[in-house]
């Protein structure tokens, strides 16, 4: 495990973490100095500790909200007051310079965005008063509540999405996932919420239609140049599906392999599966026990699963997936974050002091308190 503490740098600051890697931390920090905004981009560096300003903004409009994405060689920032109209930029990460700054101009309303790659997002529109009968129209056709636009930066050029899927899904049913140098994009489709499914389950009889869950594996090169070209059938690999007797949910992802939950309503079974991309095989991780007092924690990226039993004096920790911690600690410490390296319980504890970071070394049986957050990338856990 390795600690990045910051929170001197970042004491009485608000401050939003965007990006970290071995050898640098990307953050964003907003103030309001003499009446208007200023946003401030900086890097932390881990090996001098010390902080880098690349590059600030200010801000003109106090509406504006900021979404960052970072790359390589760049971080895309997108600045919008949820109109029609949003600026994309694209800065050089090590100068700090703007290798693109455009002013984009959609039909509706600004709802969400998602960068397939540093030149590529997607970009959601929902009604506004101007197009409210325009969208009403699509979403009776379609069944999609926003439009969605391909945004090319370097082109400057924009593509309405024809795919009904993608246009459906939004932000929060996209995922990406690098596997030996080829991006791919995972798409989430659930046909429900869990209870609602289980609902459709209980009253199947009076059902004809395919109630159907979906996890879908797209290639991000091939999507984005049918995308561009407006193709309304995308080319996709359906890696996991459940009818109306059972259940798919996304889990996360880890190497190779897309993990998801799958549970059977007749019997209530509940396994934790994986789909390996390489290998174009699934396999099952873990049965899931529905007992009182059990929980389970998952950790999406890298992919992790505990079963957690909290009592009054003494929280039990066990690793479910990819974890071979089986540990107790005092429920003294805190709430269960966390485990690093199958050794380090992170949690959290509050009392009329604040908030604190606990970190608890189960083989050393020591553990040390710091106060503010944290946020865990990897076996990294930065302190702020």
């Given amino acids: 495990m390795t600690v990045v503490d910051i929170r001197s740098i970042f004491s009485q600051r608000n401050i939003e973490l965007f990006d970290i890697s071995s050898s640098y931390i990307y953050y964003a920090e907003e103030k309001n100095e003499d009446g208007h905004n200023d946003l401030f981009i900086l890097e932390y560096n881990r090996s001098t500790r010390r902080e880098r ?13 900021e979404h960052l994405f970072a790359f390589e060689n760049t971080i895309v920032l997108v600045l919008e007051n949820g109109s029609n109209s949003m600026w994309m930029i694209e800065i050089d990460k090590t100068t700090g310079a703007e290798k693109n700054r455009r002013k984009v101009v959609c039909t509706g309303a600004f709802r969400s965005c998602f960068a397939l790659d540093s030149t590529h997002l997607l970009v959601y529109m929902g009604p506004d008063e101007a197009n409210a009968a325009m969208f009403k129209q ?39 996932l690098s596997i030996h140098g080829d991006d ?6 659930p046909y429900a919420d869990e209870d609602i499914k289980k609902g459709y389950y209980d009253e199947q009889r009076w059902i004809n239609a395919d109630i159907r869950d979906n996890l879908w594996l797209c290639n991000m ?27 798919v949910r996304y889990m996360g992802v880890d190497g190779d392999k897309v993990f998801f939950r799958a549970k059977e309503f007749r019997t209530g079974i509940e396994k934790i599966c994986s789909y390996d991309i390489t290998a174009n095989a699934l396999a099952v991780e873990a049965e899931l026990t529905a007992q009182d007092g059990i929980v389970y924690i998952v950790e999406e990226k890298p992919f992790s699963v505990y079963e957690v039993r909290a009592e009054e004096a003494e929280t039990h920790v066990r690793g479910i997936v990819n974890c071979s911690a089986d540990v107790s600690y005092d429920s003294s410490l805190g709430k ?24 608890y070394d189960t083989v050393l049986q020591k553990s040390e308190s710091y106060k503010g957050s944290c946020t865990l990338s990897g076996n990294t856990l930065v302190l702020y």
């Avoid at 995308?227 to 259940?247: N, T």
Wanted: aromatic share 8%.
């Fill in 138 to 176: 699509y979403s009776e056709v379609t069944g999609c509540e926003c439009l969605c636009y391909l945004y090319d930066l370097k082109t400057n050029t924009k593509h309405f999405v024809k795919n009904p899927l993608i246009a459906k899904l939004g932000t929060q049913g996209l995922r990406k």
């Fill in 53 to 65: 300003l690349i590059t600030n903004y200010t801000l003109e409009d106090p509406t504006f909200v």
């Fill in 336 to 359: 269960f974050i966390s485990c690093i390296d199958s050794r380090y319980i992170v949690a959290r504890r509050d009392d009329k002091e604040g908030s604190s970071i606990v970190i």
């Fill in 184 to 189: 791919h994009l995972i798409l989430l489709d």
């Fill in 221 to 247: 090169i091939k999507l984005e140049a049918e995308l561009e070209a407006g193709v309304e059938q995308i080319s996709k690999k359906c890696i996991a599906s459940a009818d109306i007797k059972a259940l």
